[in-house]
């Protein structure tokens, strides 16, 4: 093959075509790969600078809401369930998102498949223990308003919380496996690219599909499990506020022990039947006191009305968190499902349906940096703390500064 003058227009990018006379030599093979590499990404440039932006919020947001909820001075089960979540979002933003925009900046180019294979390993380890944490918050939500004499206990969170990291690092071990370099036919003979996605070893093997298989059933049990638990917690609270004054609560069933876990008084909520739960705030500085039965009777103070049953901020804020999880994983899997069955899937699409198909491809990656944007929009304690704790920073600064 030899180097001509003329070109011809390749999937819209315009290269130097070839002959059979001479081969191209290993400098020129170079320059036309890193011509079609660098036109590929401008291709990708609109998905590029989606991922800066959730990889600048994501990992800002994430250390605000470590800072924030590490240094509260009492904390609950929720605040280290909470903790758990923004370590694990912050794993991805800060070791994830960065790789994945250096594949989409060389899609052709990409020769580091230890990188590749760490970039899956992290995602992995903070998809499931990300899975496992929600579903230990929507235990913790259900036994606070359904079984109000029983609850996860801050001993119990913190366990949860370990265990639900080992498991993911225990679990994603396939994705070291089944990830590397991909070789890419760039149209041109002689002439292939490099990308981070299903190793060339696997492509023609069932794991890949066994793999993405797995993890949508898993989605999927964890979606039916959050609507059956969620829709348990809103039928007790619908019920509850349509009961009126003078007729009997319906029963609730009690833990007869109902010993807690934890001597820490934060993590203790009231007995009272009728209330559905505390807010973070009352949690952490419960009087033992109120936990007796005159509690209940205080919510009938006013004759007529109906109970004035509140959902807190917290129970709020971490089912709009499931929602998010949910909702941002969905597009992901379907296309890694359709992907691992339909093997030429990608090479199917027009440029326009290749970029649709990264933005999608990329959804997950919203779950890891919306959670702290839910918490300034529903929890006003928290932006009160985040303020607090720039104040503090800021002191500490200036401080610093007239020592100097």
Known sequence: MAFTPTTYT?????????NSSTPLSPGQMEVILRKLNDEKAIQYLPVIIYMMLLLLVGSIGNIVVFFVYWHKKTKTSSHYFILNLAILDLLTCLVGMPTEVADLRYPYMFYAPAACKLLRFSESVSTIGSSITLIAVAFDRYYRICRL???????TAKVICVIAIIIGVATSWPACIIFGEKTVDVGIEGIVGVDCSTDDSMRHTLYPTLYYGVLFLLFIGCVIFFTVIYSKIGAVIWTRKKIKIGEKAPEIPQNKDRTFNDSTASDRVSSDPISTEMSSDQEANWDDTRRNSTASRNVFKKRGQKHQIRVTRTTVVLFAVTVAYVISFLPFLIFMVVRSIKKDFEAG????????????????????????????????NFRKDTKAL?????ACCCCRNRDV
């Open 149 to 155: 004499g029983k609850q996860i206990s801050v001993k």
């Open 10 to 18: 390749n999937n819209t990018t315009m290269v130097p075509a070839v």
């Open 390 to 394: 720039f104040k503090r920073c800021l």
């Open 349 to 380: 699409l027009d440029p326009a349906g290749e970029v649709a198909y990264k933005f999608g491809s990329k959804s997950y990656f919203i779950n890891n940096a919306i959670n702290p944007v839910i918490y300034s929009f529903l929890n006003v």
